[in-house]
């Protein structure tokens, strides 16, 4: 069983940042691919970002220049830092280890439990 403990959520207002961090066992970055998907109410989980074993990335087209995935394998831990947040991007956010690739919903092979971020004026 892999536990996934992610932290960071919030509230924000549009424009603003934050950055979203993923607590893994030791050696999940090394076996797993490693991402992020979201779920805004009465909405479908979705997929937000993705960083392969070997460090190739890939971003859902609504968060690509403004959302950045990244890894520290020494601290166990991955990021997602948002920027220039809009209205839509409130939503709860999952950590997702997955061991294919492209990472989707369905193929999901652990989820945390979630970090709720709200974008508001």
């Known amino acids: 069983q892999v536990q996934l403990v992610e932290s960071g959520g919030g509230l924000v207002q549009p424009g603003s940042s934050l950055r979203l961090s993923c607590l893994a066992p030791r050696g999940t970055l090394r076996r797993y691919a490693m991402g992020w998907f979201r779920q805004a109410p009465g909405e479908e989980r979705e997929f937000v970002a993705g960083s392969k074993w070997n460090n190739i990335e890939y971003y859902a087209d609504s968060v690509k220049g403004r959302f950045t995935i990244s890894k520290d394998n020494a601290k166990n831990t991955i990021y997602l830092q948002m920027n220039n947040l809009v209205l839509g991007d409130t939503a709860v956010y999952f950590c997702?280890?997955?061991?294919?690739?492209?990472?989707?919903?369905?193929?999901?092979?652990?989820w945390g439990k979630g970090t709720p971020v709200t974008v508001s004026s």
């Open positions: 997702a280890a997955d061991s294919s690739w492209p990472m989707t919903v369905d193929g999901v092979d652990y």
